[in-house]
């Protein structure tokens, strides 16, 4: 028995099921191939932007979906943490809420592509991916055990980058496409439309759900993000910082406690978090700030940058998902561990140096660069920093 991971959770963010995962052992025994991504190997830097240089004006995209939902167009965006399993993992893409039948348009010309996907993943947010294309499938008369909804549509350009339409309709492709896709190496050029958004309908109360999950990946593996190469999403509200605290050893094994900042100094061992979250206009989809600074008193200052990738800039691999995100927090009086971050609710880690004391200005910025500007300040900051990251 194949044993499947669907996972559809009913809060307020998130209402669908974004990656399949699987055994490994399991999709090679079913034909699936492994798609690079390349985590764990050097990215040469003039090839991080695959469209345009980063100091020109980049090329902004159509999306691969006509923006029709006035209210609810997006969902996930690239950064934010996923936890429908253990261990969790980035979102990766862009989620666009669609209506039914509502028709794919590849944004750039290239080579496309299609097939069925799975993933597996890692403690530290890495995932790999698996691919079985279509006319594999049709050719042996394979099954797809967790169900059609995980087929995908990826046309890869002239720079190598790769744009994947997840959640397509295998069974409803124009006739002239399906063509190239089973012939192999053939071309599409940008425009045309690929096929449809399968009908899946979920539901977050009366808001249908069905959605397209849209990857820019580059040639080195590295997903980019959508919002900055697609045509600008207007959205006029600022992002919101629910809280900072400081963070104190606790008897929980993985997991500090929380002292949030009020109207006075605290301390901290090592770091503080910082909870926030986004909304593009009056959405009900909550998503995770894009840039994250920290400035202090002394001149230096942190941030985690998710404007272009999910890249580290001095290690040139992505960033563990576990040294940005506090995944537990230790509850005080039960001495028990609960989940911090969440699919709709973000807790970003902010290192502090020992012996530290001083102000910290706090920054959250989303996509369109709107903000939100909070100021703590720290007495102390000890060594002792909890064992969260292993």
């Known amino acids: 028995m194949i044993k499947t991971t669907l996972f559809f959770l009913f809060l307020t963010s998130n209402v669908f099921a974004d990656f399949n995962f699987q055994n490994k052992e399991v999709l090679l025994k079913m034909g699936f191939k492994k798609i690079e991504r390349l985590q764990q190997k050097l990215l040469d830097k003039k090839s991080l932007y695959p469209l345009s240089h980063p100091e020109k004006k980049l090329e902004k995209l159509s999306w691969p979906i006509e923006l029709i939902r006035e209210k609810h167009q997006f969902i996930g965006n690239m950064h934010q943490i ?8 980035y979102h990766a893409g862009v989620d666009i809420l669609t209506k039914r039948d509502q028709l794919i348009r590849t944004p750039v010309s290239g080579i496309i592509e299609a097939g069925y996907y799975s993933y597996t993943d890692d403690y530290y947010g890495n995932t790999e991916k698996f ?3 279509l006319k594999e499938v049709l050719e042996n008369e394979k099954e ?4 059609k909804a995980y087929f995908e549509i990826a046309v890869t350009d002239r720079f190598g980058t790769r744009y994947e ?4 309709d295998s069974e409803d492709i124009p006739p002239v496409i399906l063509d190239k896709i089973l012939s192999g190496n053939q071309t599409v050029e940008a425009g045309d439309i690929v096929g449809k958004v399968y009908d899946w309908n979920i539901k977050k109360g009366k808001i249908e759900t069905r959605h397209l999950h849209y990857n820019i990946i580059n040639k080195q593996g590295h997903y980019l993000n959508p919002f900055r190469y697609s045509k600008e999403v207007f959205d006029y509200k600022k992002p919101i910082i629910t809280n900072i605290y400081a963070t104190e050893k606790s008897p929980c094994y993985k997991a500090p406690y ?3 900042f009020k109207n006075s100094p605290l301390e901290t061992n090592g770091e503080i978090i910082v909870r926030t979250l986004d909304t593009i206009n009056e959405s009900s989809f909550s998503q995770a700030p894009v840039l994250i600074e920290a400035k202090f008193e002394n001149g230096e200052s942190f941030k985690w940058d998710f404007r272009d990738n999910l890249i580290n800039p001095k290690t040139f691999k ?9 995944f537990s927090k ?8 609960f989940r911090a971050s969440r699919n709709h609710d973000f807790f970003f880690r902010i290192p502090v140096k020992e012996n530290y004391s ?3 200005e706090i920054t959250v910025f989303d996509q369109s660069m709107n903000f939100t500007t909070k100021t703590i300040e720290v007495i102390k900051v000890t060594s002792d920093r909890h064992p969260l990251v292993i």
């Open 358 to 360: 001083g102000k910290i």
């Open 82 to 89: 996923q936890t429908y399993t253990n261990p969790a993992y």
């Open 165 to 168: 339409f997840h959640h397509a």
């Open 131 to 133: 691919f079985l294309t």
């Open 318 to 326: 992505r960033h563990h998902i576990r040294d940005v995100y506090l």
């Open 144 to 147: 797809i055990p967790w169900g």
């Open 258 to 260: 929380l002292n949030e």
């Open 330 to 337: 230790c509850n005080r009086k039960l001495g028990t561990e």
